[in-house]
């Protein structure tokens, strides 16, 4: 059985999926591991972007905002995941690291985007 913190994780990537959807985006992978390395999504824009998204859930914003948890390592092992999944795909299009940083409300969830969050 899930616990309360893996089912929000879950409920914020489902929301993150249908948010880039609904902005014109593919949804090419969730949870996309390569070793120790995820990428929590990664969707596409025609066959000129690829974006490797990092999803930050948190269920109140009392222990800071969700984009601040996202470490120094992590980046390197998202970029470590992005370049496997790019070589595997063969692809030649512009790529962008994104952090979609999601607090549950009542109802839903307040989404901020931080397009181009490190590199």
């Known amino acids: ?4 913190a893996h089912e929000l994780g879950r409920r914020g990537e ?27 999504l990664v969707v596409q824009r025609g ?6 998204v990092e999803v930050k ?3 109140g914003s009392q222990f800071g905002s969700p984009e601040t948890f996202v470490s120094a390592r992590k980046k390197e092992l998202f970029r470590l995941a992005a370049t496997h ?17 999601l607090v549950q409300l009542n109802q839903g969830f307040q989404i901020e985007l931080f397009e181009d969050a490190f590199y």
């Open 1 to 4: 059985m899930a616990n309360a």
């Open 85 to 101: 999944l790019q070589e595997a795909l063969n692809w030649r299009g512009d790529i962008r690291f994104d952090i979609l940083a």
């Open 47 to 52: 066959q000129e972007l690829l974006v490797f």
């Open 57 to 59: 859930t948190r269920s």
């Open 14 to 40: 489902a929301a993150a999926a249908d948010f880039y959807q609904r902005a014109g985006y593919e949804v090419l992978a969730r949870s996309y591991r390569h070793g120790r390395a995820e990428v929590d």
